[in-house]
């Protein structure tokens, strides 16, 4: 009756539907930074997580997940928290975290707050508006497995999702189930960790071209912002050819990651 009434009544977007669809059934999910819990709400309801760990930094923001659970009668099982970050869950309690709709750099400071505690919980669902590169740059220092990435459209924005396993299950069955990003051989992984946060390679890295979505759009749109770059170099007086060669540079590596998507 639940999944029938939820069906019925609500609808996720492209966005959280894409984020729900990585939670596998059975599994216990915490959504921190739940605002209004759409996401937890609707995997619980339709039975694919039993249990649902719903929290926020305020009151007033925690009301509005309660508010979204009793509107569909639904409270057993869904655990309401007031609280910073992951502190709000015990250690390993949750199989699934959601952190959704923050800038990377924030959910890098949520996860790298207690790296211990962090890496208790088996997989991670990360959606960052901005600052991917410093987020995933963290993932990769910290031995989280990228295990795949996914572009939705929400409006004029085509924001990124990021699922990622913690290092004691990188190596599980599960990577080789679900993943799409291919396994870094340890050369590649040193490579990237030792770049800059907001190099190229890791605000677009080379896995992109295994992402789903709409991906000959999110590769046009990184492209016509690093010609952009190139075009205001060209034009200012004090000309910086090193910088113009890096941009260069940038548009060279997007245009063979888009090249590769199409041939993949």
Known sequence: MCAQVMQLRMKLSERMQVIAD?????????????????????????????RAILSDISDGSIRKAEETAAAYQFGEG????????????????????????????????????????T???????LQPRKGQGPLRKWLLQNGYRILCEDVVREGRFLPEIITALSP?????????????APDLAAADREHLKGLEEQDIRLRVPPWMVFAKGPMEE???????????????????????EDSE???R??????RQLKCKYKEI
């Open 78 to 117: 869904m655990s309401f928290r007031t609280g910073d970050g992951l502190s709000v869950l015990r250690p390993g309690e949750a199989d699934t975290v959601i952190i959704a709709g923050m800038g990377g750099k924030l959910i890098r400071q949520i996860l790298a707050a207690d790296p211990g505690h």
């Open 168 to 180: 004691a299950f990188a190596g599980s069955g599960e990577a080789a189930k679900h993943g799409r």
């Open 22 to 50: 990585h939670v596998d059934a059975g599994e216990v999910v915490a959504d921190i930074g739940t605002d209004h819990g759409q996401i937890p709400v609707w995997l619980f309801a339709s039975g694919i997580s039993p």
């Open 245 to 247: 060669q890096k941009a």
């Open 218 to 240: 999110f590769f046009d749109l990184r492209i016509a912002q690093e010609t952009l770059i190139l075009e205001n170099l060209q034009r200012a007086k004090a000309r910086r």
């Open 119 to 125: 890496a208790s919980f088996r997989k991670f669902i």
């Open 249 to 254: 540079d940038n548009l060279d590596y997007l």
